[in-house]
C-alpha cells in the first residue's frame, strides 16, 4: 500500500522523467519520407508535438494545429515551431478547433497551399473529461466525442478529396488502449477512442482502392506533461506495473510507431490498431 510520502515521490520522480524527456532520442530512420507533407492535429505539445518533430526529422514538411484557448498553449506551440525550425522543412501553424469543420476546412487547404500538397495525416488532437458516467454532463460527453472522433473525422473528410485525387495518402488516429479495455470514468473517452478505431477501419475500407493506408496508434500511457499533471500518482505507477516491460511509454514511442505506418515499409499495412502501450494489453 502506498503511503502519501511514497506517492509524493512517485509524483516528483515522474516531473524529473518528464523534464529529461522533452528532447526527443533519435528515431530509426524509415527512410521513404523526405520532401512529403504532413498535417499533425494538436501538435502543440505532448504526442503531436513528437510526431511532429520526428516528422520534420524525416525531412518532411508539418502544417499543425491547436485549440490555443489559454496562454500556456501559445507558449507551447511556440516549442514546436521552435523544435520544427530545426530541421530545413516548411512549417504551418494555426490555432483551428477541430470541432469546426468549416475551420477544419479552410485550414487544410491553406496548408495544403502553403507546403505545396498533403500526403501525410496525423489525428491527434484529443482531450479527456473523466467522470463517472452518472455524474457525467452533457457537455463533458459531448466535448470529447466531438474533440477526439467528429474532429478526426472532419480532417479525414478534408484531406481525402486530395489524396483520392493523388491516388496516394496516409493516415494515422491516435486512438487508446483504453478503446480496447476501460477504466473507470472514461465512458466518455472510451467511446470516442473506440469509434477513432471503427472510423479507421471504415475509412481504411473506402480509401484503400485509392492508395491511402489508413491506421491507428493505440498508445497505452503516455509521459506527456500534461498527463502527468491530470493522472494521479497512483494511476501512474499501476500503469507502469500493468505494464509487461515494467515502465511508462515517452511521446518519442508513439511517434516511431507513426513513423513506421506512414512509411513505405508498412505499404501492406491497413485498417490496423497498434498498440504502443508496453505490453499493457499483454
Ligand atoms: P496533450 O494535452 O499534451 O495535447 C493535446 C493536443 O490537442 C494539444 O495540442 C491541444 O491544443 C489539442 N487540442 C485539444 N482540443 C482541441 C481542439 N478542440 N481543436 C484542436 N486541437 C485541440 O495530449 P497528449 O499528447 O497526452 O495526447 C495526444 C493524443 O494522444 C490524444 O488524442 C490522447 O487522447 C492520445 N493518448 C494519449 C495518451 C497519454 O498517455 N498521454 C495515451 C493514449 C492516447 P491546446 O494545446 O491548444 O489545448
Known amino acids: 500500500m502506498e503511503t502519501p510520502s511514497g506517492a509524493r515521490a512517485a509524483v516528483e520522480e515522474l516531473l524529473d522523467e518528464v523534464e529529461a524527456a522533452t528532447e526527443p532520442r533519435p528515431l530509426m530512420e524509415v527512410g521513404g519520407l523526405k520532401g512529403k507533407a504532413a498535417i499533425v492535429t494538436g501538435a502543440s505539445s505532448g504526442i503531436g508535438r513528437a510526431v511532429a518533430v520526428a516528422l520534420a526529422r524525416s525531412g518532411v514538411d508539418?502544417?499543425?494545429?491547436?485549440?490555443?484557448?489559454?496562454?500556456?498553449?501559445?507558449?507551447?506551440?511556440?516549442?514546436?515551431?521552435?523544435?520544427?525550425?530545426?530541421?530545413?522543412?516548411?512549417?504551418?501553424?494555426r490555432t483551428v478547433d477541430c470541432r469546426r469543420p468549416e475551420q477544419v476546412n479552410d485550414f487544410v487547404d491553406r496548408a495544403v497551399q502553403h507546403l505545396g500538397g498533403v500526403q501525410i495525416l496525423v489525428n491527434n488532437a484529443g482531450i479527456g473529461r473523466d467522470r463517472a458516467l452518472w455524474r457525467m454532463s452533457d457537455d463533458e460527453w459531448r466535448d470529447v466525442l466531438d474533440t477526439n472522433l467528429s474532429g478526426a473525422f472532419y480532417f479525414l473528410r478534408a484531406v481525402a478529396p486530395y489524396f483520392r485525387?493523388?491516388?496516394?495518402?496516409?493516415?494515422?488516429?491516435?486512438?487508446?488502449?483504453?478503446?480496447?479495455?476501460?477504466?473507470?470514468g472514461l465512458s466518455n473517452y472510451a467511446a470516442s477512442k473506440g469509434g477513432l478505431l471503427s472510423l479507421t477501419r471504415s475509412a481504411a475500407v473506402e480509401l484503400g482502392p485509392s492508395n491511402v493506408n489508413v491506421n491507428a496508434v493505440a498508445p497505452g500511457y503516455i509521459?506527456?506533461?500534461?498527463?502527468?499533471?491530470?493522472?494521479?500518482?497512483?494511476?501512474?505507477?499501476?500503469?507502469r506495473e500493468g505494464s509487461a516491460l515494467g515502465r511508462l511509454g515517452d511521446?518519442?514511442?508513439?511517434?516511431?510507431?507513426?513513423?513506421?505506418?506512414?512509411?513505405?515499409?508498412?505499404?501492406?499495412?491497413?485498417?490496423?490498431?497498434?498498440?504502443?502501450?508496453?505490453g499493457h494489453l499483454a
Open 62 to 93: 508539418v502544417a499543425f494545429n491547436y485549440l490555443g484557448d489559454n496562454e500556456r498553449a501559445h507558449r507551447d506551440a511556440d516549442v514546436t515551431e521552435q523544435s520544427l525550425a530545426a530541421f530545413d522543412v516548411r512549417v504551418y501553424r
Open 165 to 184: 485525387a493523388q491516388e496516394y495518402g496516409k493516415v494515422v488516429n491516435i486512438s487508446s488502449i483504453h478503446a480496447l479495455k476501460s477504466e473507470f
Open 223 to 239: 509521459r506527456t506533461t500534461r498527463l502527468t499533471e491530470r493522472v494521479p500518482p497512483e494511476i501512474m505507477d499501476r500503469a
Open 251 to 278: 511521446p518519442q514511442d508513439v511517434a516511431g510507431a507513426v513513423l513506421f505506418l506512414c512509411s513505405e515499409v508498412a505499404r501492406h499495412i491497413t485498417g490496423v490498431i497498434l498498440p504502443v502501450d508496453g
